[in-house]
């Protein structure tokens, strides 16, 4: 039961970033989904950038967590660390530039919060593993992927996240109608994909082990 639940979260994982990378391997700035700062030139550049790098983070941490994985092919595994380390660090500080170019205060605060919190447990796992503190390192890298998986999470739970408004609105649209609805949801739902993913991996490094 796991490996098929491990197996549909791959695909899960997989399917969405493909579905969140797609307009932009076009590289048409026409395509893009957030609205681009007309003052800054290389605000699309930037973004692109920002999403190719983290899909390599996402990738590569995929692999990191397979205990079969890690025992057989130990080489390939701190290969594909390094490769996840570095591609958070960059992305990670290319996502704090975005955060001077949000649409709004909400958006910029979760992407700010969202890219230190990345780039410091990225940062606290590499360092356990040079010290050789496996099982720190460990703990750190799995809450560095959880912050990863929030691009995933902050997606898969629009749907959600639109019943609960609609819930709390007597299922009617507010006065702006559909457009409104959607703006005020993709305005928190960053939010609700990181503080989802911070308490699921909470509790699983916290829960008591037989």
């Known amino acids: 039961m796991?490996?098929?639940l491990g197996i549909l979260s791959i695909i899960l994982i997989i399917g969405v970033a493909i579905a969140a990378i797609f307009p932009y391997v076009t590289f048409n700035s026409a395509n893009s989904r957030i609205t681009l700062d007309v003052d800054f030139p290389l605000h699309y550049t930037v973004l692109t950038l920002h999403i190719a790098v983290a899909t390599i983070a996402l990738i590569s941490g995929l692999f990191q967590f397979h205990a079969r994985f890690r025992a057989s092919y130990t080489v390939w595994h701190k290969a594909l660390g390094r490769v996840y380390v570095i591609s958070v660090m960059v992305s990670g500080i290319l996502g704090l530039v975005l955060t001077f170019?949000?649409?709004?205060?909400?958006?910029?605060?979760a992407f700010l919060a969202l890219s230190l919190l990345w780039l410091f447990?990225?940062?606290?796992?590499?360092?356990?593993?040079v010290k050789g503190e496996l099982q720190?390192?460990?703990?750190w890298m799995i809450r560095s992927y959880a912050v990863t998986l929030v691009a995933i999470t902050s997606r898969v739970i629009v749907p959600v996240c639109i019943l609960v408004y609609l819930a709390m609105h007597g299922f009617k649209?507010?006065?702006g109608g559909r457009a409104q609805m959607v703006t005020d949801i993709l305005n928190i739902n960053v939010w609700?994909?990181?503080l989802m993913n911070l308490v699921v991996?909470?509790?699983y490094l916290l829960r008591p082990r037989k």
Request: glycine share 6%.
């Open 121 to 129: 447990t990225t940062w606290k796992g590499f360092r356990y593993a």
């Open 101 to 109: 170019y949000a649409e709004n205060f909400t958006k910029a605060m």
């Open 136 to 139: 720190q390192h460990r703990v």
């Open 2 to 4: 796991n490996k098929k």
């Open 201 to 203: 991996v909470e509790w």
């Open 192 to 194: 609700v994909g990181l």
């Open 173 to 175: 649209l507010p006065s």
